[in-house]
Each structure stands twice: as structure tokens, then as C-alpha cells.
């Protein structure tokens, strides 16, 4: 995999993937929502990360969101699973973004090498379909939550890490604006 040098810290990463042919371009950091878990232990939280990625496949240019559900609870305290892909909305000011699942697999996406992936366990990626309006929109809200639904129960995700700059450049730099 090549990786195309960046001029600052929080332009995206540019690389042809040799797995699939595309070449993929990543947010330099991704987007960390936390759901706490006290009723498991104090400092207990689950986690999503959000990834924006295009691919660009002969010059046909596809969006796409990775959302990995993760956590740091001891698998054998969970009583309860991890949440679903979907359904995944997420919650950019007063508007709701329903995301449309396209499977599980990044590698299906165009993406051979996983991007971004959490530091603990093995997550799925969850590969969602998206435009760069929607992403543009994203990176310009002021209030950014993921709300999912698990087993009945509706789960909200809080912005944890708050990398918007990471995704206005990567807008930045798909609308030529670099």
C-alpha cells in the first residue's frame, strides 16, 4: 500500500489499494462516539468509530461511511451485544441521517486494507453508502450523535472525539479545494 504524503496533519490519506484496484482516499483521524457503561464499571464505554472514505474506481467515485461498534467492557461481563448495523442514524443538528447499509465488508467496498480500525478486539466493519453533500453536512454541524437500536432498546452515541477539521479536509480535498 502507498501512502501519498500529506502537507498537514489533518489532510486525508490518498493511497492506491492493491488489493482492489481503487484508489481510496481516508480521513486522517475518524470520528469517536462513546456510549458509557457504569452499569457495568466506572470507566467502562462502548464505542463507535466513523470513517469517511472515497473510492475511486476509473474515475467513478463512491462515498462511503465505516462505522466499527467496539468496546472496552470485558466480553465476559457483557450481558448484552454489541449493536446492530442498523439501524444507524446519525444525528447531525436538527436533522436525522438515516444510514443504508451496504454490508460488512470494506474489502466489497474497495478497501482491501482495513482503514482505521479500533485498538481492541476484531470489529466488524459496517460500510455505509453516502454522498459528499451528506458528508459536507456532517462536517459543518454543530451536534454530531449516533443512535442505534439494540434489542429494543435505543442506545445514544455522544461525540467523544471531536474530529471535525479531519472531515472538513477531507471535503475539503474531494471538492478540489486544495
Known amino acids: 500500500m502507498l501512502l ?34 457504569r452499569d457495568v464499571a466506572a470507566n467502562a464505554h462502548d464505542y463507535a468509530t466513523l470513517v469517511a472514505a472515497s473510492l475511486n474506481r476509473g474515475g467513478k467515485v463512491d462515498y462511503v461511511l465505516i462505522v466499527y461498534f467496539w468496546s472496552t467492557v470485558d466480553p465476559r461481563l457483557r450481558q448484552d451485544p454489541l449493536p446492530s448495523a442498523e439501524p444507524l442514524v446519525l444525528q447531525a443538528d436538527d436533522r436525522r441521517i438515516s444510514l443504508k447499509l451496504r454490508g460488512h ?25 453516502t454522498d459528499l453533500a451528506t458528508v459536507r453536512f456532517i462536517a459543518a454541524a454543530r451536534h454530531l450523535a449516533l443512535v442505534t437500536d439494540t434489542d429494543g432498546t435505543t442506545l445514544g452515541y455522544e461525540l467523544w472525539e471531536d474530529r471535525r477539521e479531519d472531515l472538513r479536509a477531507f471535503v475539503r480535498h474531494m471538492s478540489g479545494a486544495d
Open 4 to 37: 501519498a504524503s500529506a502537507a498537514r496533519a489533518d489532510s486525508p490519506r490518498e493511497y492506491l489499494d492493491e488489493e482492489t484496484g481503487a484508489t481510496v482516499t481516508v480521513v486522517d483521524r475518524p470520528l469517536l462516539f462513546e456510549y458509557p457503561r
Open 105 to 129: 465488508s470494506a474489502h466489497e467496498a474497495g478497501i482491501g486494507v482495513p482503514v482505521h480500525a479500533p485498538p481492541v478486539g476484531n470489529p466488524v466493519p459496517n460500510v455505509y453508502g
